[in-house]
């Protein structure tokens, strides 16, 4: 196989790359196979679509003929879609930083034939420059390692696969050993030392680049809610004002971007990711529940609309991303092209409105970022009265108009399991909360495509493209989608819902838990193409797959009182704490399920399924993220184990029962009463 091999594979990303002059093969046994035949080393260059310096290394060295000439020399040469396989992504970029080295995309490391890294790094500019070596250089060098040190070589790899095998022990925590996490207390000094790394002028922590980072603030929110301390509050709206009027949110048509590059959220990395705006959705549908502020209800309301009109697919998933580059007017591929405005085009468009836009948008002649200009309001953080800001909504329209004549920025319309978890539990909860039902059948419609076109059975799918569904699977696959079937099951009282999160929390347990220690790998145990298999608490760009696991098994136990979710979520919750106990901030999924593990707040709702909507919107307008609502019809049995089982209706009216652990308080019938109880609380 010595040509590129990338063009009958279905992820955008690799397509991208199926001109290049480099041969590159695909993931998998047939390029390892290669290797060994050759007895070259390999280069594994990982990416993905939406990636601007993944973009300027192809088009620097990956689209240059003596580039390619000399890594298809030197290498055999694969290419990862890291959306695609993020296990792989994972083990690598953990080995990268066992190397010393920081980690990012385009992530590129040099491998033996068997897969097993011994140098590595990210981008590489194609000639030496500030203190970078140029990547022709680095082949040069690094093929020299691996053929002349064989011995130093074999060291090195030694020890970072022992190191790979040490990241992801765990060890079993007796009972009452008194290691791991034990108390809410614990929970509340873990964000009150947070708040140290808070920038609290500008929200977010402190410095630049600033990313959105939204389960890191729902650990701040929830801590407010639990203490009322007032500390917690600002560094959440802070944060969240300055993102919704910031440069990292799309003023005219919706969505927010991917980070800020510099640390007052004016200059965004343009890409947009769904799982951001998935989280960001839920996070600020948490907040406005009890701030009601109007921002925070506009840029959800925005940001829906937006998923709705450039995510959503045939079929209901939701793409995955929207790339930072596009053609400018010249048609080169520049960052933020599509964003970006002039003076003179803002005056074009909008006539003798663009005064007041470009006041409220700080839209100059000079510009504010590269001599152009980023529409934000940070220097109007506070909306203006009703009349002016029906006149900004109307040049907004028209401005997005002209921009809809430019060309659009690539969609990678790749379908991933786990962001589409994400999208389909935020959708389902902001539809309680603003009592939207459009917004629920959009997840609706997003479940049934994954649960019907990305599972095998039991097995779900990471990835789907093209007509094409890949059968690896990730622990954060089923996360997502079990949070995701948990939230609908909440906001539809339809038991198919919870049916689906039980049969999948059952595959999760068989294929990803490890009986010696505790907790869940990423991949499953007959991953068969990886060198090792990671397995962490911390959360990233997205909420790591055992954090999210921690609150599905909560809410699990809650609503079926099987004690093994509970001692699985207290398993995995108190094996990972022990192991890094003073890094609480970096799992705050983690302690979000410790939370509802301690306090879930049940509420049982019987009516039938035509009435209970007043008391169903009390209990939701509580704004309590460890809420664990149940719908039952009449005649409908919870398991024998639940608190309110056997509980009845009073006198044929709708009737709630608020329970905390074994214990259900009276039955309530009305919003009122329901509202009084929950506030008790």
């Known amino acids: 196989m010595s040509s590129n091999q990338l063009k009958s594979e279905s992820s955008p990303y690799l397509r991208q790359h199926q001109d290049n002059p480099v041969h590159w093969q695909a993931w998998g046994d047939a390029a390892f196979a290669l290797a060994k035949e050759t007895g070259k080393p390999i280069l594994l260059s990982i990416g993905y679509a939406a990636c601007h310096w993944c973009h300027v290394m192809a088009h620097e060295s990956f689209e240059d003929e003596a580039t390619a000439d000399l890594m ?10 890291r959306e695609e396989r993020p296990d792989v992504d994972s083990v690598y970029m953990t080995a990268l930083a066992m190397m010393g080295q920081q980690g990012g995309w385009p992530l590129t490391m040099f491998l033996t ?14 000639t030496s420059r500030y203190g970078h070596p140029g990547f022709s250089d680095v082949l040069h060098a690094v093929s020299s390692l691996y053929h002349d040190q064989r011995e130093k070589v074999e060291a090195d790899i030694e020890a970072i696969i022992n190191g790979l095998g040490h990241q992801a022990e765990l060890a079993q925590i007796p009972p009452g050993s008194g290691h791991g996490l034990h108390s809410l207390a614990e929970i509340d000094e873990a964000a009150e030392r947070a708040l140290s790394m808070v920038d ?46 910031g440069g990292l949110y799309d003023h005219l048509g919706g969505g927010f971007a991917r980070y800020s590059t510099d640390a007052i959220w004016l200059a965004p990395h343009f890409e947009k990711m769904l799982y951001d705006n998935a989280q960001l959705i839920h996070l600020m549908t948490l907040v406005w529940q009890k701030t009601k502020a109007p921002l925070l209800e506009i840029r959800i309301r925005e940001t829906i ?30 960052e933020g092209a599509f964003y970006v405005w002039n003076e003179t085009e803002i005056d074009s468009v909008l006539g003798a409105d663009a005064a007041l836009f470009k006041e409220i948008y700080d839209i100059s002649p000079h510009g504010n970022w590269e001599q152009t200009n980023i529409v934000n309001r940070l220097a109007h953080l506070d909306l203006s009265d009703d009349e002016t800001e029906a006149k900004l909504t109307a040049c907004r329209a028209k401005l997005m108009q002209a921009r809809d004549n430019r060309e659009r920025p690539g969609l990678d319309d790749k379908i991933l399991a786990d ?72 906001a539809t009282g ?38 090792a298999r990671t397995r962490t ?3 990233n760009a997205t909420p790591a797959g055992n954090g999210v696991m921690a609150e599905n098994l909560a809410r699990l136990f809650y609503l079926t009182g099987t004690a093994e979710y509970q001692d699985k979520a207290d398993q995995l919750i108190q094996a990972f704490t022990a192991k890094t106990p003073d890094q609480g901030a970096n799992m705050s999924s983690l302690l979000a399920g410790f939370e509802t593990l301690v306090t879930g707040l049940q509420v049982v709702i019987i009516a ?12 939701i307008d509580q704004g309590n993220p460890n809420l664990i609502l149940t719908r039952l019809t009449p005649n409908a049995e919870l398991p024998e184990a639940h608190p309110a089982q056997g509980k009845a209706q009073i006198d044929d009216q709708p009737t709630a029962y608020v329970c905390h652990g074994q214990t259900c308080g009276l039955p309530q019938t009305t919003a009122e009463g329901l509202a009084t109880e929950l506030a008790k609380i």
């Open 200 to 245: 609290f002028q500008n929200g977010g922590m402190i410095g630049a680049p600033k990313f959105p980072q939204p389960a890191f603030q729902e650990m701040l929110w929830r801590a407010h809610l639990r203490t009322d301390q007032p500390d917690f509050l600002e560094a959440v709206m802070t944060s969240l004002t300055h993102m919704c009027q």
């Open 537 to 539: 608490a911390f959360d």
């Open 419 to 490: 962001w589409n978890g994400l999208m389909i539990a935020a959708l389902s909860y902001a539809s309680l909360v603003f009592e939207e039902p459009s917004w629920r059948v959009m997840a609706e419609e997003a479940f049934a495509f994954v649960q019907t076109d990305m599972s095998n059975g039991a097995r779900l799918k990471h990835s789907y493209c093209a007509g094409v569904a890949k059968d690896a699977d990730m622990l954060d696959d089923y996360a997502g989608m079990i949070k995701a079937a948990l939230h609908l099951h909440q």
């Open 72 to 81: 298809n020399e030197l290498y055999v040469n694969i290419k990862v879609d």
């Open 608 to 619: 039938d399924e035509r009435s209970g909507g007043d008391l169903i919107q009390s209990a």
């Open 305 to 334: 609309d937006w998923a709705a009109r450039e995510l959503k697919l045939d079929g209901g998933g939701f793409a995955g991303t929207l790339d930072a580059d596009s053609p400018d007017a010249e048609g080169h591929s520049e």
């Open 113 to 126: 034939p068997d897969g097993k890294p011994y140098w590595g790094g990210t981008y590489f500019p194609p």
């Open 494 to 531: 339809n038991p198919a819902y919870l049916d689906q999160a039980l049969k999948w929390t059952e595959t999760v347990n068989a294929y990803f838990w490890d009986d010696a220690g505790a907790g869940y790998y990423l991949a499953p145990h007959d991953a068969n193409d990886l060198i």
